[in-house]
């Protein structure tokens, strides 16, 4: 080669030199950029998932908080100073330690009875107090944690308003509960030092915050980001500089709660966050700089051996070998596929995956392995696929395929162009990887959350969901929805003679006979509420004597001997409320809760009966109570 020609190659070789380094530390830099805002954003989502599971645990213990508050205001109304907390402190009458400092305050201020003793301590000048007094609605009111007169520890006071039989305010029902319990974090789910779980009132008063172990109740802080960002956005996430607390940056994640005037704020540490990713950044800085060094090596030695076309033809070769060999030995399935969806060239892999010999699968198309009702939406995508210019990485979609036997099978596939010098796509190359058993995992998940473990019943959360599409049919169709709340009587005995096994064999023997007392081809639901406690709903009614038939055959059929094991034979009863929509109420807790109060009027007649809540004059007639031994 003529020395001229030889300036030329060396011009050439160190062009692309300069090319292959530039982009090298491009996508090293892009390779981090991107992982950073991986993290980010799986922390985002791991916080958004804990704070929907810690707001279900606070709505629990709030719900519990107000169940125990009105039971204590109904049976202060009945007994008035006569009731002594003392008493039920002793006795343990409430079992959760979280709520053992309860007080009933009069109308004054004064302490009537509490969990604590005789006690001179007056709430008037407390803001629970004058809130409940100047206000008209029941509803459990969550005032900001205060050092307890009671127990002189930093309390978080729930009150619920007493009214007396003439409207007139009659004092509250308190519960002083620790701001801690409140902000306890769910089974198996643990704080990093500088990560932050916190529950604050939409006033701007933080209820409780926790920083590692940490604790801080009662500030003002209505200054802080996610407080400003609530006000027009319900939840979101975001990046947090810190500055408003203690510096430390954080990925937070907010949501304001349903059911009560709160909001909940998990926050991740940003550096702790970062570091896998800083830790990864360094070994690729590490690989790309020994690639650059190796890169100026070759460079500086091919110019130095003035290397002609036969070393670049064994280099293509090399590289060809080396993709070969990728291709045929990769452990997830690689196609080459043509713009118009046929298989050019399938791997070892892929044709395990769905079950075809290599030659089977270059004779079909890509369309060929999706159901035909399917196929024009694949069509679709691989247009778009064609269509489209990405930058980053190719976009992974999940997909069915069918298999060769006709076994349906779920991939993850990232489908990605290669275009010619002209800009055309050339063909596409699919990495497909088997995600069956990942989505057979995420269906059983989905059922186990809906659905009681013991009984296979719908649990509460979908009862809720039933409920509600049952009212809005009933509301379409101007029909009648009836919910019935069940409690066995004798269970306890059962449970007590001859242990939770047993027991639990019952709770399942139950579930299928109310399974078969609700109505064939209807939208009826049985569920378990939890402990002996079943719930029905039976939609699309005309009259109540339908739901009174349902309440009889319930009657009945639990009445009847039940053989749990060899030689252990039971018999139970139970009792039944009901209430029925739109007459009760327009809502499941409305319904549920005075479905409840028809149950216990029944258990507390002597058991074994079916009652229904009481209907409002004003509404229509009072049916006749239905009660069966």
């Known amino acids: 080669m003529s020395g001229r020609g030889l300036s030329a190659l060396q011009m050439l070789i160190l062009l692309v030199c300069a090319v ?119 509803t459990l009111y969550l005032d900001r944690p205060v050092l307890g007169r009671i127990s002189a520890q930093w309390r978080l006071p729930m009150s619920l308003r007493i009214q007396k039989p003439n409207g007139d305010f009659g004092g509250v029902v308190v519960l002083s509960v620790d701001p801690a319990n409140l902000a306890a974090l769910p089974g198996g789910i643990h704080l990093g030092p500088d990560d932050m779980l916190e529950i604050a009132g939409l006033d701007g008063i933080l209820r409780s915050r926790l920083i590692g172990t940490r604790p801080t109740y009662g500030l003002d802080q209505g200054k802080h980001a996610w407080n400003l960002r609530q006000i027009t956005q319900p939840e979101g996430s975001f990046v947090d500089d810190g500055d408003s607390i203690d510096g430390v940056a954080r990925i937070i994640s907010y949501r304001t709660m349903s059911s009560y005037p709160l909001m909940i704020t998990v926050g991740s540490d940003y550096a702790s966050i970062q570091l896998p990713v800083q830790r990864r950044r360094t070994i690729y800085l590490f690989i790309a700089a020994s690639a650059t060094i190796a890169l100026l090596g070759f460079a500086a030695l091919f110019l130095y051996l003035s290397l002609r076309q036969r070393a670049t033809t064994e280099a293509l070769e090399a590289n060809e070998a080396l993709f070969r060999a990728t291709f045929h030995q990769a452990a997830m399935g690689i196609a080459r596929i043509a713009p118009d ?62 298999r060769r036997d006709g076994h349906l099978i779920w991939v993850c596939e990232a489908l990605s162009v290669v275009r010619n010098p002209s800009g055309l796509p050339d063909f596409l190359v699919a990495v497909v990887q088997d995600i069956t058993a990942r989505k057979n995992l995420e269906t059983r998940l989905s059922h186990d959350a809906l659905h009681d473990a013991l009984t296979g019943l719908p649990n509460r959360v979908m009862f809720q969901d039933r409920c509600v599409r049952a009212l809005e ?157």
Not at 363 to 375: E, I, V, W
Not at 528 to 542: H, P, T
Request: aromatic content about 8%.
């Open 20 to 138: 292959a380094i530039v982009l090298i530390w491009l996508t090293t830099l892009q390779r981090s950029t991107f992982e950073r805002a991986q993290a980010v954003a799986a922390a985002m989502r791991s916080n958004a998932n804990l704070a929907i599971a810690f707001e279900q645990q606070v709505t629990r213990t709030l719900k519990e908080a107000e169940q125990i508050a009105a039971f204590t205001r109904q049976e202060y109304l009945r007994d008035g100073a006569r009731l002594d907390l003392t008493h039920w402190a002793k006795q343990r009458i409430i079992r959760d330690e979280t709520f053992t400092i309860l007080s009933v305050v009069d109308e004054t201020g004064a302490i009537v009875t509490t969990t604590q003793g005789a006690s001179s301590v007056h709430y008037a000048d407390r803001d629970f107090f004058t809130r409940q007094r100047d206000a008209l609605d029941d």
């Open 341 to 402: 969806g046929r298989f050019l060239e399938v791997n070892e892999k892929y044709c395990r995956m769905l079950g075809y010999a290599q030659p089977e699968l270059l004779a079909r198309t890509l369309f060929d392995l999706t159901d035909p009702a399917d196929r024009d939406d694949a069509r679709a995508f691989l247009q778009a696929r064609l269509t489209a210019h990405y930058l980053g990485p190719p976009p992974e979609v999940e997909k069915p395929y069918r």
């Open 473 to 629: 049919s009933a509301a379409r169709r101007n029909g009648l929805t009836i919910v019935l709340y069940l409690d066995l009587d004798g269970f306890k005995a059962v449970n007590d003679s001859y242990g939770h096994a047993m027991g639990d064999i019952l709770l399942q023997q139950v579930a299928r006979r109310l399974e078969h007392c609700v109505r064939a081809q209807s939208e009826d639901t049985v569920s378990r509420f939890g402990g002996d406690e079943f719930g029905i709903i039976l939609s699309g009614l005309d009259s109540l004597e339908g739901g009174e038939r349902v309440a009889r055959t319930i009657l009945d059929t639990i009445a009847r001997p039940f053989d749990l094991a060899e030689g252990i034979q039971v018999r139970i009863s139970t009792s039944i409320g009901a209430a029925v929509h739109p007459r009760h109420g327009l809502d499941p807790d409305a319904l549920v809760a005075h479905a409840d109060a028809a149950m216990y009027a029944a258990k507390h007649s002597g058991k074994n009966r079916f009652r229904w809540e009481p209907l409002p004059n004003a509404a229509i007639a009072q049916p006749t109570p239905v009660t069966e031994s």
